[in-house]
C-alpha cells in the first residue's frame, strides 16, 4: 500500500504541467559544452535592434531597448534568477535599471517629438539607451571638447565613484566588484557626457568596454561579451563622427568670425 501512494505521488509530481513561462526564462543552448541563457541571447539582440533604430532615429527603439534591458537584468541577477552562472553582477544589473530609466525618458521625448513635428539630430547615435534631446533645428547637441575644469570632474568622479561603488559592490556580494564598479560608473559619466556633448564620451565607452569584455567572458556571459566587442565598434564610428561634426562646426564658425 506504502508502495502505491509513493508511486502515485511521483507520478503526480512528474505529471504536473510545467509553466510554460519558467520554461522559455530557463531555457539554455549549449555552445563548447557551456550553457547558454536564451534570454541573454535574446536581451542582446533585443540590445542591437534598438541600436540600429537609435541610429535610424526611430521611436521603436526605445520600447525594444527597454525589454533588452529587462532580460538582461534577470541574466546579472544570476543568484536571485538562478543563472548557470549562478553570479550577482550587481554594476551590470544597474547598468539596466539606469538604461531602462533613460530609455523610457527617451521614449517619451521622441514620441513627444514626433507628434510635434520635430526632427532628431543627425549626427547624435542613442545606440546604448542614451537619450539626445530632439531640437527645432537639425542640430540637438553640438560636440565639443569637454573644458580643463569640466575634464577634472570627470577624473574625479570616475575614481570617486569606482572607489565608492566597488565598496558597495563588495558588501552586497557581487562577483568581480571592482570592475563592476568601473563600469557602472563610466556608464553613468558617459550617459551624462553624451548629454552635455562632450565627445570625450565615447572615450569613455571605449575604457568601460576594454574592462567590461574580459569580465563577462571570465564570467561567461558570452552573448553579452560579444555585444561589447560590436559596441565597441559603434563607440569608433561615433566617436569618428562626433570628430568631424565638431570640425566642421569649428570651421564655420572661424569663417563666421572673419565675416
Not at 521603436?60 to 534568477?81: E, H, K, R, S, Y
Amino acid at each position: 500500500m506504502t508502495g502505491i501512494i509513493i508511486y502515485c505521488t511521483l507520478s503526480c509530481l512528474y505529471d504536473r504541467p510545467v509553466n510554460p513561462a519558467t520554461q522559455l526564462l530557463d531555457a539554455t543552448l549549449v555552445i563548447g559544452g557551456a550553457p547558454i541563457l536564451w534570454r541573454e541571447i535574446i536581451g542582446n539582440v533585443f540590445g542591437l535592434a534598438s541600436a540600429y533604430g537609435g541610429m535610424k532615429r526611430v521611436v521603436w527603439a526605445w520600447p525594444i531597448g527597454i525589454v533588452g534591458n529587462l532580460l538582461l537584468l534577470t541574466v546579472f541577477l544570476g543568484g536571485v534568477f538562478n543563472t548557470p552562472q549562478n553570479l550577482d553582477l550587481y554594476g551590470q544589473a544597474g547598468r539596466q535599471v539606469m538604461f531602462m530609466i533613460v530609455s523610457a525618458y527617451g521614449w517619451y521625448q521622441w514620441s513627444a517629438a514626433r507628434r510635434r513635428g520635430l526632427r532628431e539630430c543627425q549626427d547624435t547615435d542613442p545606440s546604448r539607451s542614451i537619450v539626445s534631446t530632439p531640437a527645432e533645428d537639425s542640430v540637438a547637441v553640438q560636440p565639443r571638447w569637454a573644458r580643463p575644469r569640466e575634464r577634472v570632474g570627470m577624473v574625479t568622479f570616475l575614481i570617486v565613484g569606482t572607489l565608492v561603488f566597488a565598496g558597495v559592490f563588495t558588501a552586497l556580494g557581487s562577483w568581480g566588484p571592482w570592475a563592476d564598479a568601473w563600469i557602472f560608473t563610466g556608464s553613468i559619466l558617459a550617459t551624462y557626457g553624451m548629454a552635455r556633448g562632450w565627445t570625450e564620451f565615447w572615450l569613455i565607452w571605449i575604457g568601460v568596454d576594454i574592462v567590461g569584455v574580459p569580465l563577462l567572458l571570465a564570467g561567461g556571459f558570452y552573448p553579452s561579451a560579444v555585444l561589447y566587442i560590436v559596441y565597441a565598434f559603434f563607440v569608433l564610428w561615433g566617436f569618428g563622427v562626433w570628430l568631424r561634426v565638431q570640425r566642421r562646426g569649428a570651421g564655420v564658425a572661424m569663417a563666421s568670425a572673419r565675416t
